[in-house]
């Protein structure tokens, strides 16, 4: 049990030196090497606890996933929102993601890192994926349980065939069309208005 718990607060050191390395040296330039020489590792040592940057990437990308639900979550709980419809709730949740992706350029700079022409459910190492797996489901239930809501309060008057798809399959168009709007300065802004906002008026029904 110490064994195990030495080793996650090693882990944990190591993840928060890449954040930081991440944050101010970029993707680039942020290697393997560097982080253990920064923390006073020999280099071969590291690949006990993490094989490759990548690893080490969706274990920060996860904590960005899970720190933007929490602030949501949150949010949600204020007196104010109790009354908001579910399709209100819905447009907070993306408008508010589109905030959070500015605030922290790094969060789309990992997805687009991440998204290698081999998946990472092949590469990466089975607690590497369930952590990936854990913070995707997360964020699965949230948008669903807006969907749900929603349709309950009939404020989407669309008709949805499956929930689950329609949730999923609209997020992840829209975190790829956010992760480009972040990441390139010329990009239209008009693009993600039209977008989102065509989006939720053909569920509202508009």
Known sequence: MLKELKQQLVKDTIIKETKRQLLEKGLQKTTLRGIAKELGMAFGNIYYYFKSKADIADMVWADYTHDYL????????????????????????????????????????????????????????????????????????????????????????????????????????????IINLTRYDDADMELHDYYINTYFDRLEGV
């Open 70 to 177: 929490s602030i949501f979550i949150e949010k949600m709980k204020e007196t104010k929102w109790q009354s908001k419809t579910g399709m209100e709730k819905l447009r907070f949740y993306y408008l508010n993601l589109y905030s959070y992706f500015k605030a922290n350029p790094l969060y789309a700079d990992l997805i687009a890192f991440l998204m290698g022409s081999k998946p990472r459910s092949v590469r990466a190492p089975q607690e590497i994926i369930d952590i990936a797996d854990a913070a995707r489901a997360a964020i699965k239930a949230v948008i669903i349980d807006l969907y749900e809501q929603a349709i309950a309060d009939g404020s989407i008057n669309a008709e949805i065939k499956n929930v689950t798809l329609e949730a999923w399959s609209f997020n992840v168009a829209y975190v790829a069309l």
